[in-house]
């Protein structure tokens, strides 16, 4: 069984960036894929990016893409969400997810593909 621990969020201007890491230990680590989901207060957990078992593939939600950049770093057990050109609306608990499973890429959007979730950090982007 994986653990998850979300680090990196905080307070910054519309326009700013931050990158969150998610280090992982109990497991091996090259057998999760890796994604990153939010939620925005009152609203429902969503989809952010997606990086394969040795980061081959990525894949992102559409109001992310160009903006936002999943990678991993497999020796340091550690996965990471860079976020550029933040706006407002990226306001939200930002959660890693692990999983064993890696099917057609569209459906690895959906949460409840991942065994594994980390604890959330808060991003707030002020305008």
């Known amino acids: 069984q994986v653990q998850l621990v979300e680090s990196g969020g905080g307070v910054v201007e519309a326009g700013g960036s931050l990158r969150l890491s998610c280090a992982a230990s109990g497991g091996t680590f090259t057998s999760y894929a890796m994604g990153w989901f939010r939620q925005a207060p009152g609203k429902d957990r969503e989809f952010v990016a997606v990086i394969s078992f040795r980061g081959a593939t990525t894949y992102y939600a559409d109001s992310v893409k160009g903006r936002f950049t999943i990678s991993r770093d497999n020796a340091k057990n550690t996965v990471y969400l860079q976020m550029n050109s933040l706006k407002p609306e990226d306001t939200a608990v930002y959660y890693c997810?692990?999983?064993?499973?890696?099917?057609?890429?569209?459906?690895?959007?959906?949460?409840?593909?991942?065994?594994?979730w980390g604890q959330g950090t808060r991003v707030t982007v002020s305008s």
């Open positions: 997810a692990a999983t064993r499973r890696w099917s057609i890429i569209a459906t690895m959007s959906a949460d409840v593909k991942y065994d594994y």
